[in-house]
């Protein structure tokens, strides 16, 4: 196997006895009570952050090495072993620094405004902010211990649904072309795709019985995580479970509900694109297992790797040179573990360390799909790679919330300009519906899920129970709202709700839908506007998690506060609509 197509490790260590032996020498570093009952000064604050910089930053270097290691070749036991020893290093780092949280957070709250004010604490300001925040909803050292008791029995109804759904749920076979297939959540999902009408039925009527002959347990289980969510909240003194969930990221709840509203607003146009998939597939009737067929096939683009990567470079040219630069280092770095092997990991990842790179995991197979992987991919490293270089240690980490923005980007920008340059109208109809899909499933259908998550708990808020029978009416509604009369509503679809398992991750998915908006808005105003924009985005990728990222994205010119990205976002999917209807 050529070297060039396969990530440096040796960048972070030349070889294993280097990791065994700094894994030793951080081992007997671990040891935070020095600043036990001390952080009531500004100076041993600091010196706590400095240590869990220091030791933090190298245990980082370890398990991402260790990790990649794995991934080259997953059959290998002894990067199973290395694994397990980070397990047992990242243990003993948290438990050592247990008491950090608890004994901040009791400071008064002078102290703690001094610290965001001392300058020689800048660098964490932001989480001092968020800190004092919380401040307001942490209660006394009795009732925190008996709800910290309490910890097991919380998170236990999402391990019961996750039992339910691998173990018990009876799936059972079905045949297909007059082979047996087991079905599984995998299966399935490929089995929505099969161009035989009948394949489809068989598979969906088959999947949803077994949710179906469930769906008691099921909504109880449903029902008590929520019930769980709302006493948490209350316990905890906050107005609702969505201002305590949302909280936790710093978003303020003006952004869900700004979600929920602009959605509303751009459905008779989701309608409308159900039509077109309708008549697109020649079908005289759409069902729900009907809406997952591609509608254009066999428009691989076939291309070697190194003519997909010149393709996305080119493709990303609006992002000016110094983008484009970094992109030609990353190749020919070795950042990027491009082919598949035998034992290797399957699908695609980026992970950055800090003061090193970021790494990419491929496995890249020349369909059309991969080379927008590739797009995606190194949006998410080049996110890190600004993030990392140009803030501190402490603020480098972008969360979640902004954390598909920058990937999404990169994938928006490189179907616009293989739109531009396309011949063929087979391909131009292929990039379309990619977008079209990507909107409709990643906008649409996790809006759907938030807005349900809303009814669910402002019921339970209410004093009103859900039943199955209050859940499946509900879901059913939504469906009907989400997409309208050009699909058949099959029975089966009222339980959907059922084998969500983000649902028991309250108010999670809202977060794809901002990202993909944030990122359509970006990728907009980066075409229209052009060099201030792509200096602003810069600006964005470089922050890196030092702030809430509501406003760090209204750097890039995103407010999900108003309403022109959401206005943004549906105008390139109208756009795309009408251009795919032209073909
Ligand atoms: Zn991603």
Sequence with gaps: MNKQYQWATEDIFTTDAEWNKTLEEIDKKIDFSEFKGKLNKAENYLALQKKIESIGSVIEKLSVYAMMKHDEDTTNSLYDSFNSKIYGIYAKFSSSLAFVQPELISLDQEVLKSYINNTSLSEYDYSLKCLLKEKAHVLSADQEA???????????????????????????????????????????????????????????????????????????????????????????????????????????EIVYKNLLTNVKKALPDLHAYMGEKKKALGLDKMHMYDIYVPTVEGVDLKLEYDDAYSLVVEGLACLGSEYQQLLLKAKEDRWIDVYERSGKRSGAYSVAVYNIHPYVLLNYQKTTHDVFTIAHEMGH?????????????????????????????????????????????????????????????????????????????????????LTKDSLCKAYLKLNKKYYGKNIVHDKEIKYEWARIPHFYRAFYVYKYATGIISALSIARRILEEGQTAVDDYFKFLSSGGSDSPVELLKIAGVDLTQEKPYQDAFAEFKSALEAFVKL
């Design 146 to 252: 008996l709800l910290a008791a309490g910890g097991e029995v919380f998170s236990s109804f999402r391990d019961i649904f996750t039992k339910i759904d691998n173990a018990d749920l009876p799936l059972g076979k079905i045949k297909v072309d007059n082979k047996t297939v087991q079905l599984t959540h995998g299966t399935y999902s490929m089995l929505l795709q099969n161009t035989d009408v009948k394949v489809r039925q068989k598979a969906f009527k088959k999947y949803y019985k077994a949710y179906i002959s469930l769906i008691n347990v099921i909504s109880s289980t449903y029902y008590a995580s929520v019930k769980k969510n709302v006493y948490l909240a209350k316990a905890r003194k906050y107005p609702s479970a969505m201002a305590s969930a949302l909280a936790g990221e710093d978003v303020p």
């Design 381 to 465: 490293s080049l996110h890190s790679y600004f993030s990392n270089k140009n803030q501190p240690y402490a603020k480098a980490d972008y969360t979640i919330f902004v954390a598909e923005v920058a990937s999404t980007v990169n994938e928006v920008l490189l179907i616009k300009h293989l739109l531009k340059t396309a011949k063929d109208d087979k391909l131009k109809k292929y990039l379309l519906s990619y977008l079209l899909e990507m909107i409709r499933t990643t906008l649409f259908r996790q809006t759907q899920f938030s807005e349900f998550e809303d009814y669910a708990h402002k019921q339970v808020e209410k004093g009103v129970p």
